[in-house]
């Protein structure tokens, strides 16, 4: 158990909908990070957050965002959802802002949009 | 975009072999992370290894990073069948805005 609790674990959902997947760091972590897994990109990093603050921003659709609030959870938003966003996605935290850290990874939100 | 890819993509081996995975990668790099994901499961962090590192060594598991090639190696000794698993390397990219950027990985079978 990494410490990184991820909700829901499994969701369906028909295209054109919105969802929210929640994420929980470790204690004590300020940096939370969001993964896309598919069998064809591969692990695809999404976003960072440091302390509330976007800290990094890789390959994340406009129809995605994301936030970290006060208590330190995150949420990702999927809008206007596409077959192709079917996938895993993780969420991870680590104790600081640098790549240096070891990051620790949720089991992830299985999404399948039909 | 992929920055590390990992050799081979499969690997089928028996118990108590040693399995040998590589990585390649195209910049220049802070650390270099090696993750293992059993199916369908979070990644779980198994050895960072630092730029001006040669060679670090974790229970049965031992890494190599020469910085000349780009490229990085994970051994297992002595491998069990609880080390199936699918194996990624994962590097951060010096100056890069795009972070933590993972290969496809290894998928490692080891027959009992």
């Known amino acids: 158990d990494s410490g990184v609790t991820q909700t829901p674990k499994h969701l369906i959902t028909a295209t054109g909908q919105r969802v929210t997947l929640r994420c929980s760091p470790r204690?004590?972590?300020?940096?939370v990070y969001w993964y896309q897994q598919s069998l064809d990109q591969g692990l695809q990093f999404l976003i960072q957050?440091?302390?509330?603050?976007?800290?990094a921003k890789g390959n994340i659709l406009e129809r995605f965002s994301a936030q970290q609030f006060p208590d330190l959870h995150s949420e990702l938003n999927l809008s206007s959802l596409e077959l192709g966003d079917s996938a895993l996605y993780f969420c991870?935290?680590?104790?600081?802002?640098?790549?240096?850290?070891?990051?620790?990874f949720g089991e992830g939100s299985w999404l399948t949009v039909v | 975009s992929q920055q590390g890819e990992e050799d081979p993509q499969a690997l089928s081996i028996q118990e108590g072999e040693n399995a040998t995975m590589n990585c390649s990668y195209k910049?220049?790099?802070?650390?270099l992370q090696w993750y293992r994901q059993n199916s369908g499961r979070g990644l779980v962090h198994l050895i960072l290894?630092?730029?001006?590192?040669r060679e670090k060594h974790s229970g049965r598991l031992r890494v190599t990073l020469d910085t000349s090639k780009k490229s990085s190696s994970l051994l297992i000794t002595a491998s069990r069948a609880a080390d199936t698993a699918s194996y990624f390397c994962?590097?951060?990219?010096?100056?890069?805005?795009?972070?933590?950027?993972f290969g496809k990985g290894t998928k490692l079978t080891v027959n009992p």
């Open positions: 991870a935290s680590s104790v600081g802002v640098s790549w240096g850290n070891t990051i620790y």
């Open positions: 204690s004590g972590d300020l940096s």
């Open positions: 957050y440091y302390n509330g603050e976007e800290r």
């Open positions: 910049t220049s790099i802070n650390n």
């Open positions: 290894i630092r730029s001006n590192e």
């Open positions: 994962a590097t951060d990219r010096q100056g890069g805005s795009e972070k933590l950027v």
